[in-house]
């Protein structure tokens, strides 16, 4: 049985606008049920000082950044955050093969290694934002290129929409992470995502990890949502196996 499936497979997206906020908010969490997600919005407000007090407090934390420039820069982000004890961090896949292979071997140096994944198609896209940019291929076509050269160059994973994680995970493996953001509850409303599945869909589809946002930090009982969905995945798991 792959190890992920001894992790918290919950990461909370932090989708607040300073850390008064989110540290209130995650007060209210059990640092053993999920783990952390910190975006641009939050990072720009708070600032790496928040990522250290999250670590520190006992959480996992999803750098989630998506460097994309040229070699250089990419890999002295990478190194820069790594400093920070962030369990993964991600760029744009689409930065191609040199900047990616260059963020790789930024962190193969460092004493903490965090995972480090690759952003293919943002699941707020479908066809006809990609026919708008001119690039001539279908969700999942791109996101299958994307993917395979993320994994060419030594990265962990992905992130990717769950409904490309089946045709992902057969290709790469079972080690290769899929952490797909779009997971919503049935009941949720789907706010600006477009592809979307519930969390035990996501785990059958091959999802590693699932980043959750809007159904858990708007709740009146965050726990209570957190642990009914990690008994969903629990339930999905055990029947895929």
């Known amino acids: 049985m792959p190890a992920i499936y001894n992790d918290p497979r919950i990461i909370i997206a932090l989708d607040f606008p300073d850390a008064g906020q989110a540290l209130e908010f995650t007060a209210r969490l059990d640092p053993a049920a999920c783990r952390l997600k910190v975006g641009f919005e939050l990072f720009v407000s708070a600032g790496p000082a928040l990522v250290e007090k999250l670590v520190a407090a006992g959480f996992d934390v999803f750098l989630d950044l ?107 493996g079972e080690d290769f992470l899929l952490v797909t953001p779009g997971i919503r509850p049935r009941s949720a409303e789907q706010d600006d995502q477009r592809r979307v599945m519930t969390p035990a869909e996501a785990i059958r589809a091959g999802s590693s990890y699932l980043v959750v946002g809007r159904p858990i930090t708007r709740a009146d009982s965050p726990m209570e949502v957190l642990e009914a969905m990690n008994a969903e995945i629990r339930g999905a798991h055990l029947h895929s196996v």
């Open 66 to 172: 998506k460097f994309h420039d040229i070699p250089n820069t990419v890999a002295s982000a990478c190194r820069a955050a790594a400093q920070l004890g962030v369990w993964m961090m991600n760029v744009h896949a689409s930065g191609g093969g040199r900047m990616l292979q260059a963020a790789r071997e930024a962190l193969d140096g460092q004493s903490h290694r965090p995972r480090l994944i690759a952003v293919t198609v943002l699941t707020s896209m479908d066809e006809r934002d990609l026919d708008e940019l001119g690039l001539g291929k279908d969700v999942g076509r791109l996101a299958e290129a994307l993917a395979g050269l993320a994994a060419a160059s030594g990265l962990d994973g992905v992130v990717c929409s769950a409904s490309e994680a089946p045709m992902l995970r057969q290709r790469h």
